[in-house]
């Protein structure tokens, strides 16, 4: 079946670490996006990319960083200089930018220990 | 800057009501309004509304946009304790370069 998967579902980090979120997708979807969901909130978008090799920074891209160098993947990078990590992060995938029936995968909750 | 509101922020209802979510939005070039439903993790895909007047409908779902009045409401009729769920609204414009941009969602708990 056809989808998006993140890895990993949970996510412990020590102040000052690095980690990276999976996002895989077998739809042959060109465009990508990394959102974060904090209790309350809506969904606000970090970064997005249309093709291999090129991405855009979002609304609250400071902290973060993304790599798109196959179609299939798009991991996202929480750095140290994010400050306020701890969130809900959600992958989505849709056919362009255009396009808007997003699919979504499950999501990785991020934790700052 | 874009907003997207909706309302209200949480609802709690009994089985059987009848309820209607709301988002209204402020944005440079409308595309598109979108209304999808998280239950645990994942939000899945509810409507897509580009025309104003024209109602979509799936089941005991449906949804209308006004884009002169710049809202849209989502109806649910008959609930049940499966729609129980944070329904999140988002806009699109400017083709999508930007993404969407979403509201704060609607907690909707529906009570046995």
């Known amino acids: 079946d056809g989808g998006i998967t993140q890895s990993p579902k949970y996510l412990f980090r020590k102040e000052g670490q690095n980690v990276t979120l999976s996002c895989e997708q077998n739809l042959n979807h060109d465009a990508m996006y990394w959102y974060r969901q904090d209790p309350g909130q809506g969904l606000r978008l970090i970064y997005y990319?249309?093709?291999?090799?090129?991405?855009q920074k979002g609304d609250i891209a400071e902290g973060y960083s993304v790599s798109r160098e196959k179609k299939e993947s798009f991991p996202l990078t929480v750095t140290s200089a994010q400050k306020n990590p701890t969130a809900f992060y959600l992958c989505?995938?849709?056919?362009?930018?255009?396009?808007?029936?997003?699919?979504f995968g499950s999501g990785t909750r991020l934790t700052v220990v | 800057e874009d907003k997207v509101v909706q309302s209200p922020l949480s609802l709690v209802v009994h089985e059987g009501d009848t309820v209607t979510l709301n988002c209204s939005y402020e944005?440079?070039?409308?595309?598109?309004l979108l209304w999808y439903k998280q239950e645990k993790k994942a939000p899945t895909f509810l409507f897509m509304l580009t025309s104003s007047g024209i109602e979509k409908k799936s089941g005991r779902l449906s949804s209308i946009l006004d884009k002169k009045e710049l809202f849209s409401i989502l109806n649910i009729t008959a609930t049940q304790t499966g729609d129980s769920a944070i329904y999140l609204c988002a806009v699109g414009d400017r083709g999508g370069a930007d993404g969407l941009t979403f509201g704060k969602g609607t907690h909707l708990i529906i009570q046995p």
């Open positions: 990319s249309q093709i291999v090799n090129d991405f």
């Open positions: 989505a995938s849709s056919i362009d930018l255009r396009t808007y029936g997003y699919t």
């Open positions: 944005v440079t070039n409308f595309r598109s």
